[in-house]
């Protein structure tokens, strides 16, 4: 793809660092072409690979409506929001979120990914309303991300200074990646937010494509790489290839970290087909990872009703088994809520699920008092290690 770089100084701003970090110095800024109304040629094979990503993202739904899609739907969002932030650093275990989500803690981590959770949620509900892209829409699901966080003042805040990605942290010289001037974000962002607005090319590619330019242009000075992947999701419900049940896409690509860095560097020096290839492949593995994860979700569940002794449809016990794997931790209130009991009642529900060993009682924050369901943590850390073994990489030559 054709691009140009920008050679720029480098000023320091402040006396930190040696004699060479205080002087200036000549960096190479990369600013992507424009995409708006681009046509791309693709191999047989390339092509083969999207068209296969799409059909197994499509089929996912009907496979999740086994167990409920509901049920599904949550658990990936929360597995899609916890990848996304383990990519950039931000790393927590399903256990520790789900009590988060309950109580209030002082867990800067987890209060970072339920943001992620959130701007999801609000990115994909935007996405099915088939509403136009904008550089507004695009800035909104980043304030999202950190609303109710330290950092919430970032949010949605286009860069107005250069950034840049690896190397020294005093100046963009010695970088991986140096992406586009300050001056340049504003009509790319608009460029990017027209190019989501298609519907003539094939959505997995799209999406790809819509993905590597966010990540090549890094609009923010944080949260560029949860934004960025909170677009792909928005792009493929936007087009019909899913609705409430997406591909956790970050899972795979959070164990593939390296072969993810590879693929942005090919999409930006001229061998895209290495990046659409492993995007391809990313998103069937998402896809299928999704069955595995409805298929085992629903095991569980018939072990729980078996436990507990097989409650009677509609019964309260029964219903909170049925939502258990969309409330892993529960709290008193929201048992209540889910099964629409009285105090008494709702205890005894809550009792018999405990002696079966389907909960476990124990305590979110400081002195919260909350229900854990037994055996679905273990099930989603095997399902997510399983997603992330890494891919083979694109061949070298095509």
Request: aromatic share 6%.
């Amino acid at each position: 793809m054709d691009h140009i770089e920008i050679e720029r100084i480098w000023e320091p701003g402040s006396g930190l660092g040696g004699r060479r970090a205080r002087a200036p110095a000549r960096y190479r800024a990369y600013v992507p072409a424009e995409i708006r109304d681009r046509d791309w040629r693709l191999d047989s094979a390339t092509a083969e690979a999207l068209t296969e990503a799409e059909r197994r993202s499509r089929e996912i739904e009907t496979r999740a409506a086994t167990v409920g899609l509901d049920t599904v739907a949550r658990q990936l969002l929360r597995s899609e929001a916890v990848a996304s932030s383990k990519i950039e650093g931000l790393v927590l275990s399903h256990r520790r979120l789900a009590k988060a989500a309950v109580a209030a803690t002082g867990d800067v981590t987890a209060r970072s990914v339920l943001g992620n959770v959130a701007a999801l949620q609000a990115a994909y509900e935007f996405a099915r309303g088939g509403e136009a892209f904008s550089t507004a829409v695009l800035r909104d699901i980043h304030r999202r991300l950190f609303q109710g966080t330290a950092d919430e003042r970032l949010g949605g805040v286009i860069r107005t200074r250069q950034n840049w990605i690896g190397g020294d942290a005093t100046s963009p010289v010695s970088a991986d990646f140096v992406p586009p001037p300050e001056t340049e974000v504003d009509p790319l962002m608009t460029d990017l937010a027209e190019f989501c607005n298609r519907t003539d090319l094939p959505p997995v590619l799209q999406a790809a494509i819509a993905h590597a330019q966010y990540e090549t242009i890094h609009p923010f000075m944080d949260g560029n790489g949860r934004a960025g992947r909170a677009l792909i999701g928005m792009v493929l419900v936007r087009r019909r290839v899913c609705d409430r049940v997406l591909p956790p896409i970050s899972l795979v690509l959070a164990g593939s970290a390296d072969l993810y860095v590879r693929g942005l560097h090919s999409y930006r020096y001229g061998d895209e087909a290495d990046w659409f290839d492993l995007f391809a492949g990313v998103t069937t593995r998402a896809a299928e990872a999704t069955e595995t994860l409805a298929e085992r979700v629903s095991t569980l569940q018939q072990r729980w009703l078996e436990a507990a002794g097989h409650p009677r449809a509609g019964s309260a016990p029964r219903t909170l088994v049925e939502q258990l794997p969309s409330y892993p931790v529960l709290t008193f209130a929201t048992a209540q809520e889910i099964t629409g009991l009285r105090r008494e009642a709702c205890r005894r529900a809550l009792n018999r699920l405990e002696e079966a060993g389907v909960l476990r009682e124990t305590t979110a924050g400081k002195r919260n008092r909350v229900w854990e369901s037994i055996g679905l943590f273990d099930l989603l850390d095997e399902v997510e290690r399983q997603a992330g073994d890494p891919p083979r990489a694109p061949a070298a030559t095509r």
